[in-house]
């Protein structure tokens, strides 16, 4: 009933992404790559939404699709496919108008953390497998050219991914509003963590919380739509942690030892709410 459905041909694409990966991921992508696959799905589901079906966040169920071939695989092919990462674009809109009359749209994705694989840990705030085309907004042109101020971009270190092999750091993106505005936003992945392969730990779900400038408890969510805010309301973004890579009790100590030392870990800190 709602957005979140796609089409056949975005199911494809999910398909080719995954075909690809544990076919040969450094040729060229062309028609011949994907001459062996079919892609076989019943018209109607979620993945293959017929009019009158909305489909405006098409691009989520795309990542869904792609992880679901990719958890089913990625036992038997761990030197190409990796643990379950953040998953989600984590497409993100803050709108407004300023106090001289001028609307102002800012519209980004989100990085995350991705799984670890076989032999090396995850790569910390990259771009989900569906994404690549869009960009974050850089700190200094967001506050040049809108009514926010960044008060924090930084690896997200709560605990989740752990494993022999750990999963990449989200990013935590914090936006103080210096006048009225509203948010829309679809993160994924906010309820069920990433995925974690041959005895690791899953990763941790994204989630954007909302801390008000006249108090009270964050207000936690995975999406919003035209939620208002006010002057002084902060809009915290948090990606998730990709899931681990064999038990955590394998980890190599010096690879401990170095998580600590970076700042990828902090075994003190159980999450960013204040």
């Known amino acids: 009933n709602g957005p979140s459905n796609c089409t056949q041909s975005v199911l494809i694409s999910a398909a080719r992404a995954s075909f690809k990966a544990i076919t040969d991921p450094g040729f060229p992508a062309c028609d011949g790559c994907f001459r062996p696959l079919e892609v076989v799905c019943p018209p109607g589901t979620i993945f293959t939404a017929t009019r009158p079906a909305a489909t405006s966040i098409y691009f989520e169920v795309d990542q869904m699709a792609s992880d679901l071939i990719w958890k089913a695989l990625a036992p038997a092919l761990p030197e190409r496919l990796t643990a379950g990462h953040y998953l989600s674009v984590c497409g993100t809109v803050l709108s407004g108008r300023d106090e001289s009359g001028r609307d102002w749209l800012l519209i ?6 991705w799984g670890a694989g076989e ?4 790569e910390n705030g990259l771009f989900c497998v569906g994404d690549g085309e869009t960009y974050i907004m850089p700190v200094e042109v967001a506050e040049h050219r809108y009514p926010v101020r960044m008060e924090q971009l930084s690896l997200n270190t709560e605990p989740g991914g752990m494993g022999r092999y750990r999963g990449g750091r989200g990013v935590v993106r914090e936006y103080r509003l210096l006048g009225p505005a509203t948010l829309t936003a679809s993160f994924g992945r906010h309820k069920v963590r990433p995925w974690a392969v041959a005895g690791g730990e899953p990763g941790t779900p994204n989630r954007i919380e909302l801390l008000r400038a006249a108090g009270g408890a964050a207000e936690v969510m995975g999406k919003a739509s035209r939620v208002p805010l006010a002057a002084g309301d ?3 973004l948090v990606t998730g942690c990709g899931g681990g890579w064999g038990p955590a009790a394998d980890r190599d100590p010096e690879q401990i030892e170095r998580d600590q030392r970076l700042g990828y870990l902090n075994p003190h800190k159980e999450s960013w709410r204040e």
């Open 108 to 113: 980004e994705p989100q990085v995350g953390g």
């Open 119 to 122: 032999g090396r840990d995850g």
């Open 234 to 236: 902060r809009v915290r």
